[in-house]
């Protein structure tokens, strides 16, 4: 018998706990051991819980305890998580958690100390949910170099956009929604704001380049500027707008990576993922591009992940499993600025077929977008791809001109 502990009881925690009570038989099948949760910690009482008697308060009970083998790390946040996950991993125990914040920022030193400590510090619930994608990037897609990865990575924001592109519901509406609905959290900035799906984009980058790279290196924009026009004219162009963690790898050995609401074509998988779905394109260099789509958020898949990977940990108590990255580099990371992409603009202007022909005249053939209902000044367009540092000039250049800008949105090509 393996004996575990959890730390945290929120809703991931109380789904791990779930998972093992309802599987015990079949878990124990595939562990070739039987999984015991021995301490659960939470500061609050749970008196009515089948498992009230495994409660402490003190993470010394599960430290100082040499029976306990492994700690989910459910808690969430960096601190106490990472103070108690490495004191866990110093004591010699696996460690599995679902804490993306965590592995964004601390994963390099972790995975370090797991690999010196002889042990397995595993994550595949920390980007994606419930959707299998760490270890089919580490193991199933091992033979191939990546060359981009594209993901729908946060689920609060891909139903928002939804149902901004389906019910023609407004940003704030669809948020008050998403938060009724329990998808949002009561602080939905992580979410709306992209950090969350830039924390997930930045675990991808590190697994599939081999450096760590860090949340504050990476260029992040959220959806909260995204309007019912932009939406409309997503439509007239030929796809949807998502909210969309990129990273490619580029001929120098730097990446470029992202987070920023984009156009996204309709003839892509991506357009497809809706409501809290994830999506994620992975290119490999072999395999081209493949595609792991499902629930990226919520209490049982994403307990479904952790749980696997404490499976996983019993059954390779003796040979680590492969997981690992080096420390960041400095200039690895490219200046978002550089990359060659074509843009969306919304404008406004008093004579907007002027203004059209002014911005032809500085981006070279655009194509115009029209919607039914725009307001005699509004005009809209698409460029050819340039280098984004370049569009940022001549859309100075635009507005010195007299035009005003109400919106600019990446092209996807995907
Ligand atoms: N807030 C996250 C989301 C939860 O909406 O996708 C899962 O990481």
Redesign the pocket.
């Known amino acids: 018998m393996v004996e575990i502990a959890i730390m945290g009881y929120g809703v991931v925690g109380s789904g791990v706990a779930e998972v093992l009570c309802n599987h015990t038989e079949n878990i124990a099948k595939r562990a070739k051991e039987e999984i015991r949760i021995k301490y659960i910690l939470d500061l609050r009482e749970f008196p009515e819980d089948p498992l009230a008697d495994r409660f402490t308060k003190s993470f010394d009970d599960i430290l100082n305890d040499p029976d306990v083998k492994i700690v989910v790390e459910v808690m969430g946040g960096l601190h106490p998580a990472y103070d108690f996950v490495r004191s866990c991993l110093l004591a010699g125990k696996s460690v599995v958690t679902s804490n993306?914040e965590l592995v964004a920022q601390k994963g390099a030193d972790l995975l370090a100390l797991a690999q010196k400590q002889n042990l397995n510090f595993l994550f595949e619930a920390s980007v994606g949910?419930g959707i299998p994608i760490i270890r089919p990037m580490s193991q199933c897609l091992a033979a191939n170099d990546v060359i981009e990865i594209d993901g729908i990575?946060?689920?609060?924001?891909n139903f928002i956009l939804t149902k901004m592109i389906r019910d023609q519901m407004d940003f704030d509406d669809a948020l008050a929604l998403a938060q009724k609905l329990g998808?949002?959290?009561r602080n939905p900035a992580?979410?709306v704001e992209g950090l969350?799906a830039c924390r997930?984009i930045c675990i991808l980058a590190s697994l599939a380049f081999g450096k760590h790279v860090y949340p504050d290196q990476v260029h992040t924009e959220g959806i909260t500027k995204v309007t019912l026009a932009d939406v409309e004219y997503a439509e007239v162009w030929g796809g949807v707008i998502k909210l969309i963690g990129r990273v490619k790898i580029l001929e120098n050995d730097q990446i470029h990576i992202m987070v920023c609401p984009m156009f996204v074509p309709r003839s892509s998988q991506l357009a497809t993922v809706d409501d809290?779905f994830?999506g994620i394109q992975v290119r490999g260099d072999s395999i081209g591009d493949v595609v792991f789509y499902g629930k990226?958020?919520g209490k049982l898949p994403?307990a479904s992940a952790v749980v696997a990977d404490v499976i996983d940990c019993v059954r390779h108590f003796k040979a680590r499993k492969y997981l690992f990255w080096d420390q960041a580099v400095p200039n690895y990371v490219c200046d978002y600025r550089k990359d060659t992409v074509a843009f969306y603009v919304r404008a406004k202007s008093e004579d907007s077929a002027f203004a059209l022909g002014q911005a032809e005249g500085l981006f070279g053939p655009v194509r115009q977008l029209v919607r039914k209902g725009a307001g005699k000044d509004e005009f809209a367009f698409v460029t050819e791809p340039l280098v984004e540092e370049d569009f940022l000039d001549k859309l100075e250049q635009l507005k010195d001109e007299g035009a005003e800008v109400l919106s600019t949105l990446r092209i996807g090509e995907f």
């Open positions: 993306k949910g990575l946060n689920g609060t924001t998808y949002a959290e992580a979410d969350d997930k809290v994830n990226g958020a994403t």
